[in-house]
């Protein structure tokens, strides 16, 4: 009687609990219904069961941890990489009216944080980078409340198989166990074979449901142009920003590039453009990213600082103006066209010189043997009381002239590896660690250069690289299967409508603000 | 777009060799060190104090490599870092001065530690009431500064006011001010302001939109807040609604420049200073320069005779230098460096209150 009983039991709730979900879907969300493999992903952390999630940007990933935040009893804890994704996550829930959302990163300062700790407990959803839930403080805190979704963001950031690696994942999975266990979501966009196995390894996944996607996108397609040098690049963007569809991102490696690319765009088109890149005010970044959402751009230049976490449907064409060092990042950032199910294009130039670029990027991840060494000595003689003064540490690493993250990638061996062992043994596992990543980076490059100069078809080239066989092929695929510019041409560039910006303050402020000035009484 | 060569030009002019660039790039920047202060009263340049604090390094030193380029400015002997204008570097200068000049309102910097956070608040503050009365609850806010955003909840939530009433009052109190300034200034500033369906410019977005230099479009946006700022300041009781977004106006001195004030008040001399403070010499001296450049009427005889005084201000003018080495040198060490410097202060704000 047991055994027939308990489906029915169990069954009926769970039931109960979709047709909840269904309810909060339309309310909270607006949508009429779920997406993709939504439902699916939604029923089973609703059973209590965990999840490895892998859908392509903009499959609607955030939904799968946002609508249970309504249905189930506690907090959800979203672990999340980025500064600015965790904002930008942060503000589309606040969007939605939800007003007990927080962040907890390095931004706050101590009162800021003491202050959400302290009210963990009237929270639907607080947003935490991995550093931040790996302190003592914070992880007691959160200990004392009820947490009833571990979302592990980026789950990609997990493996050293990539150039987003970010070691203090390696520690969620201990974390987890000090909340006492709470059902665990890892969400990523794209993972090949190597990094799925690493997601499920160190998060504990073994038995977890897996909804994997494919990663192929088949609205959008694929375009390599190939130039003899940047000016011939340049001159090539303006002829094809000339012809297709808006609104329009061009990715490019600096924030010189970015800066140059919207002055010639906006000059030789009359576009309405402008750049974004890191090293702008936070708040000229968000007015910019304001512009573009609301269709005040045609074109937006930019740096990868752009991009995680923007939901912009009707992007038409994503150029790389410089190439990304790995498969991954590519299909990430050409997979922020055409969300709204229209037909998105993806242009890469590629000029002989951009070959230097990745290399040298790759390379400033790890620390040169001469650093390496002054550092791992400094820290074996107790110089740096850890962690403590880890940002010390790290400043001093940068001014001898290494990246941020080469500084975190010695304190982390130093860390997780030095335990009494002497410190020239150490040496050398580091510099054989440097050598396989760095092995394996070189490797995802290759592999980016070699679609780069394909020659058969680029979607099946790149599904095969993630594992996939490619069911069917769109009508226009890519340029080996036939796609041209000309079949993105665009009907509306005659009424570009470059007047916009109302200029008059008082107009502005009427506007803003709607009052009339009221004359007074005569 | 010649307005950023008068900048540059006018500030070499003025400095004449005397301190390097990354000295007069602090000072545009507004470092709040005693330095920059000093060399603001020192060289006449307060009003560009803190003109330029959201520049980078960068842009203004390839502004200066522009100038050297086109043979306005040249290195000084022996030390790279320093620049004096050229012949036709004070010929060009005296043309531009003919077209540009620097906004009135600049000189308001009474406020200049609270403009920043101000302006912020005032930018988030008409987003968040432009949004609310249009029916919008969701928006990207503008700024995500903790204490930005938590003082404009606290503005918005803590007013008895209706949210359309609220928006009222302070339509109508910008607009009066707005009223009152340059209509360039003005439109600049409204420019940066987001509301519902209007996402506000960056700076160098609103010198394109009127087509002036981007480093004018800056100076005129400071010029327009610190207007506002000085304005709302004075007759807080004619701007009840944006004088709540101002901070509490506290003493601009540095806490622990403070506590030292209090006790040379309470007659301590230098050296029991440093003992009770447990400071350095140094730090105990940057203090006393503060608090001169500071305190309107500070006394400094008792750490600087009046004699030893008028003899180092007689060097300066006769050198026609602000250094302190030469001064010394001429002086033979009859003066220390700390004297000079308080000495050069000390004439420097009297200058300024006459």
């Not at chain 1, 639907?124 to 302190?135: A, N």
């Not at chain 2, 026609?320 to 050069?344: G, M, N, V």
Request: proline fraction near 4%; hydrophobic fraction near 35%; charged fraction near 25%.
């Amino acid at each position: 009687m047991d055994a027939l009983q308990k489906p029915e039991n169990r069954n009926r709730p769970i039931d109960q609990e979709m047709a909840k979900a269904e309810e909060v879907l339309h309310k909270v969300f607006g949508y009429s219904e779920f997406r993709n493999r939504q439902r699916e992903v939604v029923n089973a952390l609703l059973k209590h069961q965990d999840v490895f999630a892998m859908m392509p940007t903009g499959g609607g990933k955030s939904l799968c941890y946002q609508l249970p935040g309504y249905i189930l009893n506690g907090l959800v804890l979203i672990v999340s990489p980025l500064l600015s994704l965790m904002e930008d996550q942060a503000d589309s829930l606040r969007r939605l009216g939800e007003n007990k959302v927080r962040t907890l990163n390095s931004m706050l300062n101590p009162e800021e944080r003491k202050r959400v700790l302290s009210q963990l407990r009237q929270l639907r959803f607080l947003f935490i980078s991995p550093e931040m839930i790996r302190q003592p403080r914070v992880s007691r805190a959160l200990e004392k409340v009820p947490i009833s979704l571990f979302v592990v963001d980026e789950a990609h950031c997990i493996s050293q198989w990539g150039h987003e690696f970010r070691p203090d994942y390696l520690h969620l999975a201990e974390i987890r166990i000090r909340l006492g266990s709470p059902v665990c979501l890892a969400l990523t966009a794209t993972a090949d074979q190597r990094v799925k196995k690493d997601i499920v390894r160190y998060l504990h996944l073994e038995s977890a449901q897996q909804f994997l996607m494919s990663v192929d996108r088949p609205n959008i397609s694929f375009i390599v142009l190939e130039a003899k040098n940047s000016e011939d690049k340049t001159n090539q963007l303006i002829e094809l920003l000339g012809k297709v569809e808006f609104p329009g991102i061009i990715y490019c490696s600096g924030r010189e590039w970015s800066e140059k690319l919207s002055k010639d765009i906006s000059k030789r088109l009359g576009f309405r453009t402008a750049f974004y890149h890191g090293g702008m005010e936070p708040e000229d970044r968000r007015k910019i990213q304001n512009q573009f959402l609301s269709g005040e751009l045609d074109i937006l230049c930019c740096t990868n600082a752009f991009g995680m976490g923007i939901n912009k449907a009707d992007i038409r064409v994503v150029v790389h103006f410089h190439y990304p060092s790995t498969m991954n990042a590519y299909l990430q950032e050409v997979g922020r066209a055409a969300r709204d199910g229209g037909q998105g294009l993806a242009v890469l130039l590629h000029s002989p010189a951009d070959d230097r670029l990745p290399e040298a990027f790759i390379d400033s991840n790890y620390p040169s043997p001469s650093i390496l060494k002054f550092a791992l000595n400094q820290l074996d003689q107790g110089e740096y009381q850890l962690p403590k003064d880890s940002e010390r540490f790290i400043d001093v690493i940068r001014i001898m002239g290494a990246g941020e993250t080469a500084a975190r990638f010695i304190l982390e061996q130093f860390i997780t590896k030095s335990s009494g062992r002497p410190v020239a043994l150490l040496y050398d596992d580091c510099i054989r660690l440097i050598e396989n990543r760095r092995s394996v980076q070189m490797k995802d490059l290759a592999r980016m250069r070699s679609w780069i100069s394909e020659k058969g078809c680029r979607r099946v080239s790149c599904l095969s690289y993630f594992g996939e066989k490619l069911e069917t092929k769109p009508d226009l695929c890519c340029d080996r299967c036939g796609a041209k510019i000309g079949d993105f041409l665009s009907h509306q560039h005659s009424a570009l409508n470059n007047s916009g910006i109302e200029v008059d303050w008082k107009k502005r402020l009427d506007r803003l603000l709607a009052c009339e000035k009221v004359e007074p009484d005569s | 777009m010649s307005f950023r060569y008068y900048l540059m030009l006018k500030l070499i002019s003025q400095i004449n060799g005397e301190r390097t660039l990354s000295g007069i790039i602090h000072i545009l920047q507004g470092r709040q060190s005693v330095q920059a202060i000093q060399d603001c009263a020192f060289f006449h340049i307060q009003p560009l104090y803190h003109t330029f604090d959201m520049l980078e390094r960068g842009h203004l030193l390839s502004l200066s490599d522009d100038c050297l380029g086109k043979g306005w400015i040249s290195q000084l002997n022996g030390d790279h870092e320093k620049y004096a204008l050229t012949p036709s570097g004070i010929d060009t200068l005296s043309q531009l001065a003919d077209r540009h000049s620097f906004p009135q309102d600049l000189k308001y910097t009474e406020n200049v530690r609270m403009e920043t956070d101000f302006w912020l608040k005032l930018q988030l503050c008409v987003q968040t009431l432009s949004e609310l009365i249009h029916g919008s609850h969701s928006f990207l806010p503008v700024s995500h500064r903790a204490g930005i955003t938590e003082a404009v909840r606290r503005f918005i939530i803590g007013s008895r006011a209706r949210r359309k009433d609220l928006a009222c009052a302070l339509y109508e109190e910008l607009y009066s001010l707005l009223e009152t300034m340059p209509v360039t200034e003005a439109d600049i500033l409204c420019l940066q302001l987001s509301g519902y369906g209007m996402p506000g410019l960056t700076v160098d977005q609103t010198g394109s939109a009127v087509k002036i230099d981007t480093y004018q479009s800056h100076v005129f946006s400071k010029a327009a807040i610190r207007r506002l700022l000085h304005t709302v300041s004075n007759i807080p009781s004619d701007f009840p609604t944006l004088a709540r977004l101002m901070s509490k106006k506290r003493n601009d001195l540095s806490r622990s420049a403070e506590e030292t004030y209090h006790l040379i008040k309470e007659g301590l001399t230098f050296e029991k200073l440093t003992e009770q403070r447990q400071l350095s010499h140094g730090t105990i001296e940057d203090h006393i320069i503060e608090l001169t450049l500071k305190i309107p009427g500070f006394n400094i005889s008792s750490f600087l005779p009046d004699s030893v005084n008028q003899m180092i201000i007689k060097s300066a003018t006769r050198l026609h230098t602000k250094q302190l080495k030469p001064i010394k040198k001429e002086l033979r060490d009859q003066a220390s460096y700390f004297q000079i410097r308080l000495a050069l202060a000390k004439e420097a704000v009297e200058r300024e209150g006459n």
